[in-house]
T-cell receptor
Framework: GDSVTQMEGPVTLSEEAFLTINCTYT??????LFWYVQYPGEGLQLLLK?????DKGSNKGFEATYRKETTSFHLEKGSVQVSDSAVYFC????????????FGEGTQLTVNP | GAVVSQHPSWVICKSGTSVKIECRSL??????MFWYRQFPKQSLMLMAT?????????EQGVEKDKFLINHASLTLSTLTVTSAHPEDSSFYIC????????????FGPGTRLTVL
């Protein structure tokens, strides 16, 4: 079945460092791909998404490119801030599945000043 | 907009008792609500999908008699864990989806259940 694998956390960075959180997926075909973020005490929020190969999703300085060759959707940010500290979830969805999401394990990011 | 609340945020109960968790869409109508379970350092696992006014669809391996889901209105769904046991201790997260600009999943903050 479908699955999503994220790099293990936790990840700890200093402010203004470069961030990469790896995400790879296993699926037959080309699902839509998502990154969600969960700030402490809050619900998951959609951060960005890509619906087809080579699409780049971006939001709040974060980017991820849908790479079908490597079945990956790595999350990147050039300069992280303390306020980016959160748990990040990679997920996939089939548009015909009625919004059913398959999530990765989540990666805890802590950014220190 | 698109705020989803859960109540309670955490609950501790004795083994054998039942616990009800509420999920509300505060500023939109949710035609579909989803219930997830999350173990520490693990992924969110979909438990069931419920559409307003109809029976929930449970994922394989989820006991429908143990995890009762009711979606009686367009803004409220409840999950009742019946005869809870320590292995039911987990983090339960709901999400809601509506129409138009709300046609994606908006997540609640989760409920931490601890069964003693």
């Amino acid at each position: 079945g479908d699955s999503v694998t994220q790099m293990e956390g936790p990840v700890t960075l200093s402010e203004e460092a470069f961030l990469t959180i790896n995400c790879t997926y296993t699926a037959t075909g080309y699902p839509s791909l998502f990154w969600y973020v969960q700030y402490p005490g809050e619900g998951l929020q959609l951060l960005l998404k890509a619906t087809k190969a080579d699409d780049k999703g971006s939001n709040k300085g974060f980017e991820a490119t849908y790479r079908k060759e490597t079945t990956s959707f790595h999350l990147e940010k050039g300069s992280v801030q303390v306020s980016d500290s959160a748990v990040y979830f990679c997920a996939l969805k089939w548009e015909t599945s009625g919004s059913r999401l398959t999530f990765g394990e989540g990666t805890q990011l802590t950014v220190n000043p | 907009g698109a705020v989803v609340s859960q109540h309670p945020s955490w609950v501790i109960c004795k083994s054998g008792t039942s616990v009800k968790i509420e999920c509300r869409s505060l500023d939109f109508q949710a035609t579909t609500m989803f219930w997830y379970r999350q173990f520490p350092k693990q992924s969110l696992m979909l438990m069931a999908t419920s559409n307003e006014g109809s029976k929930a669809t449970y994922e394989q391996g989820v006991e429908k008699d143990k995890f009762l889901i009711n979606h009686a209105s367009l803004t409220l769904s409840t999950l009742t864990v019946t005869s809870a046991h320590p292995e039911d201790s987990s983090f339960y997260i709901c999400s809601a989806r509506g129409w138009g600009s709300y046609n994606e999943q908006f997540f609640g903050p989760g409920t931490r259940l601890t069964v003693l």
